[in-house]
Structure formats: structure tokens, C-alpha cells
């Protein structure tokens, strides 16, 4: 492997050195990520003050404390560094660009390079070859060079092949990091007076032209709005979108009311509006993949200024902005912003769809899931507000569907589907993957973990401590806002962090050093698993639900300090991890078949969305649903209305699980070896091992060591003993 990565960064940013105003413009040249010992550190700085001159390079080489020496001449200088082991990207990057600094350290920000080569009398490239043969390293170089749209691009140069060089170390998450840590405009100022202006600006004019050609407003004087109205203010919301691999999309801005200003009874009435569970759009995409459905993505454009409004709402523009040479207007359809604008725009798009056809039906179960199940026509759609995951078989009936829908509303169409709620989704014939790994590069460089070396194999150590912190007393680290986050990562695609974050999230109001060191272990653990993919596979042999339940009971009283036990589930379809949960439960249990009964419970109210949803609206038979338990006790508790002194204390809504399992039918209790139980994941800190052999399992990665026939062998073995000696 070679030693030298001969990776460059340019960056252009303004700073104050020596409470002088200054231009600077960074390169660095580091060792491969992972690589200890010394290395050569090379920093160039331009100063283009006014009281200086233009063409007079300075430069300033600088370690993590002190400025070591300052150059007039236009040449790069070299210093060896010893035991330096942090990557020394971090000193490009880690850093905050409106932070004024008096020592040229952690020099950093998002910013594009200017023409360097043009202002200097130095042949970079050849002074970095000669360099290279003087300290013995590899000839192969890394050159950052400046793209046509300003954004970066990592060509390696080896042996005249150019290929891609992903300065993350990460060639299989081949991810633009340069805009994740991008800070949008807050105000039309701070916008027009942003380097991308001219993109901010032509991105409100768009935004103005759309709402006139929807005609969600007309002009109107302030002495003509009644005595009785009072305007709504507003504001313009600014948002870079991003693709999946990083690359802008678009800039975006939003004319959005200001609704906390609205008085309820006058302004609005009513304002909820559904959205999907999650669990129901991975059952969607499952569902899609099982059925072998050709996939859509669709999105409206503009989706709240399609529906019309039936309250009088009048709105005062932002600042001096104009509509048609009036700041005030009056709103003739629903605004991004107003407390109804949600709802109205749900109502206006249910109304489309169900009049398309009658036999298209809205699910009782999920109201954000139309299906229509037929011999020879089988369409289904998930609606999240106005972005869409649509399955058919029926082309001439899909193509009459988007013919009656782009009637209404302007209905963009991606065959690719490869996007959907921050998951990025990957197809093959017979699999789809689901990831969130932006997101989780965008974390990292947010947290200032550009090249973390060290790597947790697990996400939470096994033997750890919890204890509250000082509310009154709380470290001065964004710790809700990194937890929060991952609690997001962990509930839509990564179920094997789930278990730390919702202890984690327990101490959000009373954290402390200790507990926001256990939160940057988790990030690390996903920065350095970004390769563990949820995957779904399309597999014909397997039943169409199950559910593996687990509890611990009082196995981690360093972490449940009150004596409540946490509870685990996850719910495959057709073996494809669909819905997972972690909770700790309400009351305290006391005794193992307790806390697992009551797990039994939470389990199959959960299981009961998608039995619902599958068999009783779409009318694929699923039931029983085999419920894998690891605690015989409960198994037996469960089947047979019995009660003890050790049980007849438990609440009546807990006997759910022995009506469901008894009565109706709809599960079969199957007996699992505890240490074969996925949802162990979900109960507790495990080892490598065992988190890796769970987590592989849910994920669909490999096989478990137990498979399902050898578990069903066992406990027909098991019954069939029991039976013998009864």
C-alpha cells in the first residue's frame, strides 16, 4: 500500500491573522487515512490584503498550537511532524469559516478554489515530484483539480490511468462531502449578500413565478383588507437539495407563511393531516420487490399551492419584496406555512386519487397507503405528503392513472426510484437495498469525525455505567441534536443502533460527559459500518410475516436504574426486516416471564398493522403469524388461560397477547434458543459476536448460524417431549 496518498485541498476562505484581514488559500499533502508515524505537512497561504501586494504570496505553516514560520517568497516549504495522529484533512475541514482566529489552525470551511497556478511562479506538480524523490515516496499522486461548476473532483494519477480517489477511504460510498455541511441563507439579506446570490435570487424569482401561474394570490392595497383581518407575516425558507451522492440538486426557496400568527376558529379550523408510518413504506418497497411490480417514484411540484382555500387569509410579503407592486396580497389557494395548508392539500389529493377508481381503496390501516389487488392488476401507492412510491404490473392502467393525475396537479415521474424519505434505495432484479449514508457522512463532518482512525465494533460497550447528569449543569455539547439525529438513522435503516440511542435518548434533558462520549460511539460505529446495508430479497420459501419478540429483565442495572425492563421486536415480511421497535415498558416486571409476556403484547399489537393491512384489506392470508419466543413460561402462559400467585397480578390489557394467540388464531408461539433471537438487539449491549450475527440476520446479509428449520426441528422436539411425559 502506498504510504503517501498525495492528496491536495484547496480552499479559499477570509479570516483575520494577527487582527489583519486576509485571503487565504489552503493546500495540505497527508498520508493515507489509517497510516501512523511522520509525515511531510505542506500549507500554502495567499494574502491579498489591500496593504499588501496582490501578487506576493505568504506563507504560514502552522501545527495544532503554534504558528511555527512565516515566508515572503512564493515557495512551499516543508516540516516533518512526529506522532501526529490525526489525519490532517481535520485541519482543512474541522473548522468554522465565520470563526476569526489569530493562529492559521484548523483552517476550514466548504469553499471553492480560485486559479491558483495562474498567481504563483511555481510549477506545483513538478516541485511536488521533486519532493517526492528526495523523501523516497511513491511516484503515484493525488491532485485535487477544480471542476467546471466549482466542485472538486479527485483524479489519481498512475501510470497515465485515471481513476476515483474518495478522500473518506470509502470507495463503496462514493459521496460528495463538499455541500453536507452547507449553512443556507436565514433572510433575503443574508441570501443576496451569499457568495451563490445570483443562484438565491433566481431561485425566489422562481419561486414568485410559480405561485402567479398557480394564481395563489392577487395583489391587493393595505386599505382594502377588512378591519376585522389582520395580514399573516412571511418569510422566504432557503434549502439546498442534495442528490443522493451529494451533488446539488437544486436551490430552493420557499415563500412560507408565518402561521403562528394565525388565530384559530378565524384563520383555520381544522389542521391534521396524516402521514405514513415508516414501517408501512419499507413494507411498500417489500411489497414492490416480492410482487415483482415495475417502481415509480413521483413527486408534485408545489404540492400546497394546489388547494384552495375556504378561509379569507391576507399576507404581508417579506421586507420591501414585491408581488405585482404590492407587499400585501390576498392568498386564493393554500401556502406552505399556514396551519392548513397540510390538510388541504391531503383532502385535494385523496379526492384525485379515489376518483381515478372507485376500486382503488384507501387503506383503513394506513390512510397514506390506495392499493387495488386484481387478477391481472395489481397497483399500489404510498403517499407522504406530496412525495410518492408506486408499484403496477398494469402499464395501460398505470399510464391512465398519471394521465387523470397531471389533470390536476403538475405530477413528476423517476422510474428510478432510488430516493425516498432521506433513504437511498438500490435495485437489482431480486434485491433493494436501503441506506442512509449521507446522512451519516453528513454527521460526521458535522461532529468532526473526517478521519476518525479508531473503530467501535460494537455501538455501545458492553460493561457501561449510565448515570444522570446535572440539569442545571449540562456540558456545553450539542448532545440532543446528535442523538436525535440518530435516532432518526436508527428507526428508518440501521435497527442495530436502535437499542443505544433510545437509552441514549432517555437522558436528553440531563446529559453528561460520559453519556455524549457513548453518542460520538455510535457515530463512529456507523461511520466505519456505511458498507451494512439493509437489504431486501425477494425469497418465495419464507412465511409472509413473523415476529421475534424479546425482554431483559434486570440483566443491566447500570442502565436501568429504576427497574424496568426494555423490550424488543422485529417483523419481517417474506424474510425482509420491515418494522422494528425498542421500549422500555411501563411498569416494572417481577419475573422473566412477566417482562417477555408483556413484550408479547407491545409485539403483536405492532404485528397487527401489517395483518390489517395484508389480509384483511388486501387479502393475502398471512395468519398465523409464526411469533418466535425465547421463554417457554410465556409460551405456556400465553396458550392456556392459567394464573398464579406469580401471575394473577398482571393488568388485563397485557392478556391481549393470550386472546389473539387463543382465540382468534392469528399466532403460532414458536420456542427460539435466546442466544438465536434477533431481538436480543434490541434488549441490551451485546458483544461483537453476537451483535454481528443479529444484526447480519435482520439485515439480510447472511444466513443465521441457526436456520429456521433447524429452530422449528428443535421445538417440535421439545413439544413432542413434553407431550411423552404428559
Not at 439485515?699 to 443465521?704: C, M, R, S, T, V
Request: charged share 25%; aromatic share 10%; glycine share 4%.
Amino acid at each position: 500500500m502506498d504510504k503517501y496518498s498525495r492528496i491536495f485541498h484547496y480552499r479559499t476562505r477570509k479570516a483575520k491573522i494577527n487582527n489583519q484581514s486576509v485571503t487565504q488559500t489552503v493546500i495540505i499533502l497527508t498520508l493515507k487515512q489509517g497510516i501512523r508515524g511522520e509525515f511531510t505537512h505542506q500549507v500554502l497561504i495567499t494574502d491579498q490584503d489591500k496593504q499588501m501586494n496582490e501578487n506576493q504570496p505568504r506563507l504560514i505553516l502552522t501545527t495544532r498550537d503554534k504558528q511555527l514560520e512565516e515566508f515572503t517568497q512564493p515557495s512551499v516549504h516543508n516540516i516533518t511532524l512526529q506522532g501526529l495522529t490525526d489525519h490532517a484533512v481535520n485541519i482543512i475541514e474541522g473548522g468554522d469559516a465565520s470563526t476569526h482566529i489569530n493562529n492559521v489552525d484548523y483552517i476550514g470551511g466548504q469553499f471553492i478554489f480560485g486559479n491558483l497556478f495562474n498567481t504563483m511562479d511555481i510549477n506545483l506538480e513538478d516541485h511536488i515530484s521533486s519532493e517526492n524523490r528526495k523523501s523516497g515516496a511513491p511516484k503515484s499522486s493525488v491532485l485535487t483539480q477544480p471542476s467546471a461548476d466549482g466542485s472538486n473532483m479527485h483524479a489519481t494519477n498512475n501510470n497515465n490511468q485515471n481513476t476515483v480517489q474518495n478522500i473518506n477511504n470509502e470507495p463503496q460510498n462514493n459521496i460528495n462531502t463538499k455541500y453536507l455541511t452547507y449553512k443556507e441563507p436565514s433572510t433575503i439579506k443574508q441570501a443576496l449578500n451569499a457568495p451563490d446570490s445570483v443562484q438565491w435570487e433566481e431561485a425566489m424569482n422562481a419561486e414568485m413565478k410559480q405561485l402567479e401561474e398557480l394564481k395563489t394570490m392577487i395583489p391587493i392595497s393595505e386599505h382594502d383588507i377588512p378591519e376585522n383581518k389582520k395580514p399573516i407575516t412571511s418569510r422566504f425558507v432557503y434549502k439546498l437539495k442534495l442528490l443522493a451522492n451529494g451533488d446539488i440538486d437544486k436551490y430552493k426557496a420557499r415563500l412560507v407563511a408565518q402561521g403562528y400568527t394565525q388565530i384559530h376558529g378565524v384563520d383555520y379550523h381544522e389542521n391534521f393531516s396524516p402521514t405514513p408510518q415508516i414501517g408501512g413504506v419499507r413494507f411498500v418497497i417489500a411489497f414492490i420487490l416480492h410482487h415483482k411490480l415495475n417502481r415509480v417514484s413521483a413527486d408534485v411540484s408545489g404540492a400546497f399551492l394546489e388547494a384552495e382555500l375556504s378561509e379569507e387569509i391576507y399576507l404581508r410579503l417579506p421586507g420591501t419584496f414585491q408581488f405585482k407592486g404590492s407587499n400585501t396580497v390576498k392568498l386564493l389557494k393554500s401556502l406552505y406555512g399556514l396551519k392548513q395548508a397540510a390538510r388541504d392539500w391531503y383532502v385535494l389529493q385523496d379526492k384525485i386519487i379515489r376518483e381515478f377508481d372507485p376500486d382503488l381503496k384507501r387503506s383503513l390501516t394506513d390512510a397514506c397507503i390506495y392499493f387495488k389487488i386484481a387478477k391481472d392488476n395489481i397497483f399500489i401507492i404510498s403517499v407522504h405528503v406530496d412525495d410518492y412510491a408506486i408499484g403496477y404490473n398494469n402499464k395501460e392502467y398505470y399510464e391512465s392513472f398519471l394521465k387523470h393525475y397531471r389533470k390536476r396537479v403538475k405530477f413528476k415521474t423517476s422510474e428510478e426510484f432510488d430516493y425516498i424519505l432521506q433513504m437511498k434505495l438500490e435495485w437489482t432484479d431480486n434485491t433493494v437495498t436501503l441506506s442512509q449514508n449521507r446522512q451519516i457522512t453528513t454527521l460526521c463532518n458535522k461532529f468532526g469525525l473526517h478521519n476518525n482512525k479508531k473503530s467501535p465494533v460494537t455501538p455501545m460497550k458492553t460493561d457501561i455505567k449510565i448515570m444522570p447528569g446535572d440539569k442545571l449543569n449540562l456540558p456545553k455539547k450539542p448532545y440532543t441534536e446528535l442523538v436525535c439525529s440518530l435516532l432518526f438513522i436508527a428507526r428508518y435503516t440501521r435497527p442495530d443502533i436502535l437499542y443505544a440511542v433510545t437509552v441514549l435518548c432517555r437522558y436528553l434533558s440531563c446529559f453528561n460527559e460520559d453519556l455524549w462520549e457513548a453518542a460520538m460511539r455510535i457515530l463512529k460505529y456507523l461511520q466505519h459500518t456505511l458498507d451494512k446495508k439493509l437489504t431486501y430479497t425477494r425469497q418465495e420459501d419464507t412465511s409472509a410475516l413473523e415476529m421475534y419478540c424479546d425482554a431483559d429483565w434486570c440483566n443491566k442495572e447500570s442502565i436501568t436504574i429504576d427497574g424496568k425492563c426494555t423490550s424488543g421486536t422485529v417483523i419481517m415480511y417474506h424474510g425482509n426486516a420491515v418494522e422494528w421497535s425498542c421500549q422500555k415498558q411501563q411498569d416494572v416486571s417481577l419475573s422473566t416471564t412477566e417482562a417477555e409476556y408483556k413484550q408479547l403484547s407491545y409485539g403483536i399489537k405492532q404485528t397487527m398493522y401489517f395483518i390489517n393491512l395484508i389480509q384483511e384489506e388486501m387479502g393475502y392470508k398471512v395468519t398465523p403469524v409464526p411469533t418466535w419466543e425465547d421463554n417457554q413460561g410465556t409460551i405456556m402462559f400465553a396458550q392456556q388461560p392459567t394464573v398464579s400467585m406469580r401471575s394473577r397480578h398482571i393488568a388485563l390489557n397485557y392478556h391481549y397477547a393470550r386472546e389473539q394467540v387463543m382465540r382468534f388464531k392469528r399466532f403460532a408461539l414458536k420456542y427460539i434458543k435466546s442466544q438465536d433471537n434477533p431481538a436480543d438487539i434490541f434488549t441490551k449491549p451485546l458483544d461483537r459476536e453476537t451483535l454481528c450475527k443479529h444484526r447480519d440476520f435482520i439485515f439480510n446479509l447472511k444466513a443465521h448460524p441457526s436456520t429456521k428449520q433447524g429452530r422449528r426441528d428443535d421445538n417440535e422436539k421439545k413439544m413432542n417431549k413434553k407431550a411423552k411425559y404428559d
